[in-house]
């Protein structure tokens, strides 16, 4: 059994790594024989899991919505090369072209994919709510008109449509994209 006393003076030896010992009256943690990466280990865990945790996990309508709009697209020609990583088996917040905050998707970068056809009304892509940041440049939406439905996307602060062959007026709902003066980029060819 170990029993000590701390005096302001002395160093007052111990019996465990476990227990803490005296040092000039400083209780101070026992020297430890432990390997620096086992030392380490709980931080690491520890800032993991934090980082997991404000990232979040992606949510499960989130990740659905997400499938649905790839499994409904066409391509030209060429495969996708960001979309390829979608699948169920993945965090859809770990995607490539997908960031999320809280679980939820709030950017989706499908720039320069060969996505080809015009983009569904009742397209899922318009149920991502919460999308913040939204880029479709460089695919091609052959002569299609612009969804209105892109004004239900209230959340949008940069929606990039340039170079995606969208033909006609931009719709009205639209303007219903006022979330800190929205960055919208593209040309609209005239009909």
Not at 126 to 131: M, P, S, T, V
Request: include cysteine; charged fraction near 15%; hydrophobic fraction near 35%.
């Amino acid at each position: 059994m170990f029993t000590t006393l701390c005096t302001p003076q002395h160093t007052i030896s111990f019996i465990s790594p476990s227990i803490l010992y005296c040092f000039e009256g400083l209780f101070l943690p026992p020297p430890m024989r432990i390997p620096l990466f086992s030392r380490l280990l709980p931080i690491l865990i520890c800032s993991l899991t934090l980082i997991f945790a404000v990232s979040g996990q992606c949510l499960n309508d989130q990740r659905s919505y997400l499938l649905e709009y790839k499994n409904g697209l066409e391509f030209d020609g060429d495969y996708p090369t960001k979309l390829v990583s979608w699948n169920e088996s993945v965090d859809c917040c770990s995607w490539e072209g997908v960031t999320c905050s809280e679980g939820r998707v709030v950017g989706l970068y499908l720039d320069n994919e060969p996505i080809y056809g015009p983009i569904d009304s009742s397209s899922s892509l318009f149920r991502l709510h919460h999308l913040q940041h939204l880029s479709l440049a460089r695919n091609d939406f052959v002569d299609s008109r612009i969804p209105p439905e892109f004004g239900n996307l209230t959340n949008l602060i940069y929606l990039n449509l340039s170079q995606t062959s969208f033909t006609g007026q931009i719709p009205i709902e639209i303007s219903r994209l006022t979330r800190a003066n929205p960055t919208i980029f593209g040309k609209i060819k005239s009909t």
